[in-house]
């Protein structure tokens, strides 16, 4: 053991109570003073068992749970030491993130921790201030904990553990349940917390892109092990084994795999946007003056391939809720029969306020909305079930029945179909959704992926002509989010409307054939995918949806003859390709 | 929500500490449990009306009280003025018709006593509600720390009352998924099939609250819940308006008393 090794981890092995097999096994692993370390994995590879096991909270939370080998922080073993001890040295901010605020104050909040400790008033008073500035929360310290929004409850989350005053920081994918602007006040944290402090940093985390700009060093799990440790350069040059384990690396890594495959060499593999625009400008040679490409017309939208029958028409709609707050202010548009539409705006644009609009759960406070000629007003969510299926974000909120079977027949019932009807439908939905064999299990014992697939395939199984899915991704792992846009391009291309709300910019870019972008309750742009990226570029940089890494990429090299309209590595490929041919 | 919902503010009764609110409260209370005439029951009921103005709580909330306090209200009346042995007859509900009857003998004292259970009941509701939405939950907590009471205690009463929103948000959510997929919630169609219909909604909750409870639980022991003895923080100070307040509702309480003891506020014409 080295004197700065601040964890280490020997051969452990950890079985949950009630399980056979193990999440976590053969873990050897030395984390050093000051280090900045990512995990990154698929869903179930062991990640957060890993965060419980360095703060001891495995094995002494869960009784009758069996651990083999050895954690130590900080030289105190997690046998021996309690949690209560432990924390002082390592704390963790737990993935999730709301239920582990008690307090109903921020101040509040934060002082539990200090106060449990046992320290006096002003020592209380000190710590509270210094982590809530740590986390630019000052001022917030009457705010009730309920009025703050994801990215502030998250900050407030790792402001709890800061005033704990550790030496090493735990963070259990502390920006998948949050938007964009939240994920983006949790980096500034962390890079604050890097900068300025000499703290430990240990973070779960699926965004290669922002992990490859501060990690030193990245740990990638996979069914229990880890698999690759390495600094990011090493890591992220493995893209192909990447992918196989269900970890996506930074779009730039993928394009230079690809052109590396294609025979091109380059003096060094980049992992960030900088350095890939490094890179490549110094290969390409320069085509246009930055005045061409400025004074350049836009190509105006051709028309997209969907039928120009509205199945959805909004108009003029406005819904201010009680209290008086306008979430919609005049919306008008049309949604045509087999379009898919992603809907995109920042937290507060009235994205779902938009959406509950469509079966009626909402009804306009001014203005219409029409599902296949039928005013809303004058029909109830019931009897637009059969047209609408509304997916909700989070599976938990629904599944209520014994079995996966049952679960999916509710709705079936709900909508009074024939019994033999029925039958084929839950059995259509469960191939459909790849749920075979599941149909007698308990929805509430499976994982959070096959739990959302339930729930979809409960949606899916009243065969909606219209499937409206909020935030079909947030949450879930690589393969999980390109699984459920795969069976929605499925049902697209079988001539279902799907309507997307997601954060999710990427993949926005590749699956959606029009957006709008919702901002304060207004439609500021409404057009087909590929121009809304080139036109409405600085738009969507302003309201934290970043186009995705490949298009800026693409947007930082039109001087050197590159398309700006590029949404998906392979064209990016091509485009550089093409241009690197004719040299 | 009624139960322990505060309304911030700077009013008089605002300023006072919680004890000298307590005070006021079992000053009121007894006083109108001491008396049965209606007119002293009457006045007690005013100066709770007066001390709801000067504590500037909506008026709109004590509309919503009494809408809630119709049918008892007016069923206290109607059993006193029916069930109570007076002597002076009214009238009946239902006259002498030949040998049938008379029934449903209202009388005059009856009528009082009712009068009286309905402002006593006004009473106990519109003061305590003077109390709650006067009185943050830091004092009520730091008043539990000042009479000794279990620290868990009143750490267990704010978590409580942390989730309160939590789980409001979490059931309309729920009730939103389980429409989309077509359940009408409005349809009221007998008792069982009322709550079979609620059971695709408290299933949900009840089961994220068990996991809302292990991350808690987590969240506690790892922010050091248990490591040492602990103090709770929140300390309440009694102050000048305090030690002017609080002699007036002794005086008040014992003046009251006295002259009870001399026998007023009796209803007069008593008898069997």
Known sequence: MMESDIIVIENLSYIYPKREKPAIKNINLSIKKGEFVTIMGPTGAGKTTLCYAMVGLAPQFFEEGKMEGNVFVKGMSTREYAVQEICTVAGLVFQDFENQIFGITVEDDVSYGPIFLGFDHDEIQRRVKKALSSVRLDGYEKRTVYTLSGGETQRLAIADVLAMEPEIIILDEPTSQLDPVGKEEVFQTLEYLRKNTNTTIVLVEHKSEEVAKFSDRILVMNNGEIVLDGPPRKIFERVDELLSIGVRPPQVCELFSILRKKGLKFDTFPITLEEAIDVLSKKLIQRKTLEDIQNAPVKEPSKNTSSEEPIIEVKGLWHTYPGGIDALKGVSFNVNRGEFLAIIGPNGSGKSTLLKHFNGLLKPTKGDVFVDGVNTKDTTTGKLAKKVGLVFQNPDYQLFAKSVKEEIEYGLKNIKLPKDEIDVRIKEAIEFTGLKGYEEKHPLLLKKDERQRVAFASIIAMTPEIIVVDEPTTGQDFKGSELMMQMLTKLNRMGKTIIVVTHDIRLVARYADRIIILFKGEIVADGPTRHIFSKYYETLQNIYLSPPQITQLARMLTQYGIRQDVLKVDEMAEEIIKLMGVQ | ?272
């Open chain 2, 1 to 272: 929500m009624v139960f322990l919902e505060y309304i911030p503010g700077d009013s008089f009764f605002h300023k006072l500490d919680i004890r000298s609110k307590l005070l006021w409260f079992i000053t009121i209370n007894v006083l109108a449990f001491l008396f049965w005439d209606p007119f002293y029951v009457g006045i007690v009921l005013l100066s709770v009306v007066l001390a709801g103005i000067i504590a500037q709580v909506p008026y709109q909330r004590f509309g919503m009280l009494m809408n809630g306090l119709l049918i008892p209200m007016v069923f206290v009346v109607g059993y006193e003025a029916l069930a109570y042995p007076g002597q002076n007859t009214l009238f009946y509900l239902i006259p002498k018709l030949w040998s049938f009857g008379p029934y449903g003998r209202v009388t005059l004292e009856g009528l009082l006593v009712g009068l009286t259970f309905l402002f006593r009941l006004l009473i106990m509701v519109f003061s305590s509600s003077i109390f709650t939405l006067t009185t943050p939950l830091d004092h009520f907590l730091g008043f539990l720390q000042k009479i000794r009471a279990p620290y868990q205690l009143g750490f267990m009463i704010a978590v409580a009352v942390r989730f309160i929103p939590t789980l409001q948000r979490e059931a309309w959510a729920i009730i939103d998924a389980q429409k989309a997929r077509g359940a009408e919630m409005e349809a009221s169609r007998g008792f069982l099939t009322t709550i079979k219909m609620y059971v695709p909604i408290f299933l949900p909750m009840i089961i994220n609250g068990i996991r809302r409870s292990d991350t808690l639980a987590m969240a506690m022991i790892t922010r050091g819940f248990g490591a040492r003895k602990w103090k709770p923080l929140k300390s309440i100070k009694i102050t000048k308006i305090d030690l002017l307040f609080m002699p007036i509702c002794l005086a008040i309480l014992f003046a009251g008393i006295y002259l009870w003891s001399l026998g007023y506020g009796k209803i007069v014409f008593w008898g069997g």
